[in-house]
């Protein structure tokens, strides 16, 4: 298939199409991503066209990966940090007609997951992301640029919400009646994190805010992991967020596409692998305060994207691609149906986070 990759893109970085062997690979939505193979050197690179769609401002991406990669380098120079490679002019980017595109170098012999297939994976995945915010304790989040403002923000959802319940047509709220009281009836934990947000002992942190398997690299031989990579979110936010999106997308062996609601369980090994990596990084510097929200950081990222998928269900499907017209509807069922889950099942999780905060 001939890619469709401006020069002047390659050129940016000291390449041409003629020395570089181009390939287009990832599973991503947001970015195009492509393996960059230069023929005159071993080193190969990962080249991404940053979506404007959704990131407004790329240079606060730059800004914040260049910030951040420095403190590390400085602070931890040990540490693999997947910063990006500069143009030859010495830029973060390069902006080549009206698009951004940035150069990673490609990290050998490891490979990303989509599914995960044994708890090790979650265990490694979860210190990744809990080692990465521990590094960053000391590092000042407030010099961060938001990539996405109210990306995690619950308050805002819920307005987005009520917002698009206002408007919707009358038969898309009855279609959704069911699911309309379930958002409404669990507003409480809404309210319980407003109750705690501004608290000097809940924190902002540095966080990644997109957790899913398939932004770590492990090892292709041990499955250990190696780093972070997908890094346009990071930006500053509660632990919650993290954490959070690891219990929605780790604990069930099914997505949130799976519409038989009787699979959507809980497994106990990965929830005991995924919390024992990362209080094995984050154990020793979340207060108390936090260690008490641990739990309910998976109650509030699953009860975030149920409003999620609700309020694009009642604006027409606008924003997450489905492929029939109660596909987001039916997505919404499987998140409560998670967040049910972790209600039921609450005092053995408990159990299982206590034993490891000791």
């Excluded at 199409?17 to 190969?44: A, F, V």
């Excluded at 690179?45 to 914040?64: D, E, G, M, R």
């Excluded at 012999?109 to 995960?116: E, F, P």
């Excluded at 979110?233 to 997308?249: Q, V």
Aim: hydrophobic residues 35%.
């Amino acid at each position: 298939m001939e890619l469709n990759l401006d020069s002047e893109v390659l050129e940016a970085y000291g390449y041409t199409k003629e020395n570089t062997k181009i390939t287009q690979i990832g599973t991503g939505l947001i970015n195009r991503t492509y393996l960059l193979s230069p023929s005159n050197e071993e080193q190969k690179y990962i080249l991404q066209n940053i979506n404007t769609s959704v990131f407004k401002s790329p240079q606060a991406i730059a800004n914040n990966l260049k910030a951040i990669g420095d403190y590390l380098n400085f602070n931890y120079p040990e540490y693999l940090f997947i910063k990006p490679v500069s143009t030859t002019r010495g830029e973060e980017m390069a902006h080549i007609r009206h698009e951004y595109w940035r150069m990673l170098p490609f990290v050998p012999n490891t490979i990303s997951l989509d599914v995960l297939a044994d708890p090790k994976q979650a265990y490694e995945a979860a210190r990744q992301f809990g080692k990465l915010s521990r590094l960053l304790d000391k590092f000042d989040a407030r010099i961060l640029r938001p990539t996405i403002p109210g990306f995690h923000d619950l308050g805002l959802r819920y307005e987005q919400f009520m917002f698009a319940l206002n408007q919707a047509d009358e038969t898309l709220k009855q279609a959704a009646k069911a699911q309309l009281s379930n958002a409404l009836t669990h507003k409480y934990i809404l309210d319980y994190y407003n109750s705690y947000v501004h608290r000097d002992d809940f924190p902002d942190r540095v966080m990644h805010h997109d957790t899913k398997i398939s932004n770590v690299l492990l090892d292709s031989k041990t499955n250990e992991g190696v780093c972070v990579i997908d890094l346009d979110t990071i930006m500053p936010g509660k632990f919650i967020s993290d954490l959070g999106d690891m219990m929605r997308t780790y604990l069930c062996a099914f997505s949130e596409n799976e519409t038989d609601l009787d699979k959507i369980k809980i497994r106990l090994p990965y929830f005991e692998a995924m919390i024992k990596g990362y209080l094995s990084e984050m154990k020793s510097i979340l207060t108390e305060m936090e260690k008490e929200l641990i739990l309910f950081s998976g109650k509030y990222m699953t009860y975030m994207q149920a409003l999620r998928f609700l309020t694009d269900f009642l604006s027409g499907n606008k924003y997450y691609p489905t492929t029939y017209p109660n596909q987001n509807l039916d997505r919404v069922k499987n998140q409560f149906k998670l967040l049910y889950e972790l209600s039921v099942n609450e005092k053995e999780l408990q159990g299982v986070i206590e034993e490891n905060l000791v």
